[in-house]
């Protein structure tokens, strides 16, 4: 395992149990980190996450408790996770899961229609 993949490893263990135990904020103890992505000279750690929520206004109301709280978790982060220098962290909304669950509605009512024409044949 490369020198950055181990620490993208190490850094996102660390960012999950600071979410989990350490930050208070009520909206962001439900998300869940998918990825990190370290850039090579460490200067940006890209944090992607999501949540179980499908509404628009809760998303953006997440996304602004993030940045209200980047400060807190990145100096958690940095008691944590030992780097030569502590990365600036972006967060961004993961929206695959959305994706795959609208492919799985959209594959679901095809089956549907597919089963209703069968039996009316």
Known sequence: MARIERQESDIMRALTEIIRKDVKHPDIRFITI???DLTKDLSYLTI???A??????????LSEALERTK???RGALAKKVKLRKMPALRFKY???LDKA???ERGLKAV????EKKDNEE
């Open 34 to 36: 998918t990825e990190v």
């Open 48 to 50: 992607y996450y999501t």
């Open 52 to 61: 179980l929520t499908e509404d628009e206004e809760k998303r953006a109301k």
């Open 71 to 73: 400060p807190f978790i």
């Open 94 to 96: 993961d929206a695959t």
């Open 101 to 103: 669950n609208r492919l």
């Open 111 to 114: 089956i549907k229609d597919d």
